[in-house]
């Protein structure tokens, strides 16, 4: 009678337990793109924080990306674009996080909300080793008229289009990816590349004959873009997201892809 009442218990116990798991649960009230599921939108050519290695997308934010969806007990799904079109894919639902060492900047939070920043760039100058340009002050000298590679509608294209095309002291020349655009610097298309720190290094090492100017021209911060229609989801990746840096784990991965120098 004693065991009977003890296995009773038991299984009372383990039935009440598996009832409030807490991880599946959480997820099916999430509204994500698809259920279970969360889709992360990206542009895997922006070493080390997205990029293709044996075919499969890696990376700082792929990593990221991979903590939260496991904090919210989600199956991580990234799918590879234009830069241009994550924002896009966030907008209209087609992604649930747009996570692609993006800034936040005033006009994208006009279409995007954006989480708590896990990392901070800077936008920097490439230039080849014998090149004129010394610094970004060349670029703004009176009478300059450099040809300036960049990827499409990323801030470097952005800033250097408003303070330098703009104001008839530059051309810009839009690429799809920013290593096309440093391939034209290579091979003569573009007097300079104006893109972010991270990727600028890595496209420097890989490519001969390269050097990153000194003088930096913005500082930036990285953010995750998320649908403005979907507030439980945002709270839930931002909680996330915040954990995850306050417990350094956002640190450890960030220091796997960029050893301190
Ligand atoms: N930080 C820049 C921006 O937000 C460039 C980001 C490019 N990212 C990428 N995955 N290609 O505009």
Partial sequence: MKKTIALLLALILVLSLTACGPKKDAASSLNTTTPGVLTMATNAAFPPY?????????GIDAEIAGAIAEKLGLE???DDMEFDSITT?????????????????EE?????????????GVQVVIVTEDSAITSVDDLFAEGANH???????TTGDLYTTWDLEDEGLATINRYSKGVD???????GKVDCVVIDNEPAKAFVASIGGLKILETEYVLEDYAAAMS???PELYEAVNKALQELIDDGTVQKIVDKYIPAE
Wanted: glycine letters at 10%; hydrophobic letters at 45%; proline letters at 0%.
């Fill in 50 to 58: 997205e990029y293709m290695e044996n075919g499969k997308i890696v």
């Fill in 76 to 78: 991580l799904q990234i």
């Fill in 89 to 105: 894919a966030v907008q209209g639902g087609k992604a649930d996080i747009g996570l692609a060492g993006m800034t936040v900047t």
């Fill in 108 to 120: 994208r939070k006009e279409a995007v909300d954006f989480t708590v920043s896990y990392a901070t």
């Fill in 147 to 153: 040809v300036i590679g960049v990827q499409r509608n």
């Fill in 181 to 187: 655009a440093v391939q034209a610097l290579v091979t």
């Fill in 228 to 230: 403005k229609d979907k």
